[in-house]
């Protein structure tokens, strides 16, 4: 008996609408649940790039004021009447 993978077999065979916005332009576009996923995991993957980088230049700024971990919890911790262990 051959067994089969639905879900694979659902996922490539069928299509779905997808919009797609660039600069104001929107279009609607068929593509694969397959070609979705991946195309959400890069679009992801850029996002998280991006925000690291603005990350890493915001720590480089010494005008930056950092806090402890203990400074951020200490009001919760006092305001929730809790302990909050990492």
Same mark, same amino acid.
């Given at each position: 008996?051959? @067994? +089969?993978?639905?879900?694979? !077999?659902?996922?490539? &065979?069928?299509?779905?609408?997808?919009?797609? =916005?660039?600069?104001? @332009?929107?279009?609607?576009?068929?593509? =694969?649940?397959? !070609?979705? =996923?991946?195309?959400?995991?890069?679009?992801?993957?850029?996002?998280?790039? &991006?925000?690291?980088?603005? =990350?890493?230049?915001?720590?480089?700024?010494?005008?930056?004021?950092?806090?402890?971990?203990?400074?951020?919890? +200490?009001?919760?911790?006092?305001?929730?009447?809790?302990?909050? !262990?990492?």
């Amino acid at each position: 008996m051959h @067994e +089969t993978n639905i879900r694979e !077999d659902f996922t490539e &065979q069928y299509t779905a609408p997808v919009i797609v =916005s660039n600069d104001g @332009e929107t279009v609607t576009v068929s593509m =694969s649940l397959v !070609d979705y =996923s991946l195309c959400r995991e890069f679009l992801n993957q850029q996002y998280i790039t &991006q925000e690291l980088k603005k =990350s890493e230049a915001l720590s480089a700024d010494p005008t930056v004021k950092r806090y402890t971990h203990d400074e951020v919890m +200490t009001p919760y911790r006092e305001k929730y009447g809790y302990e909050y !262990d990492v």
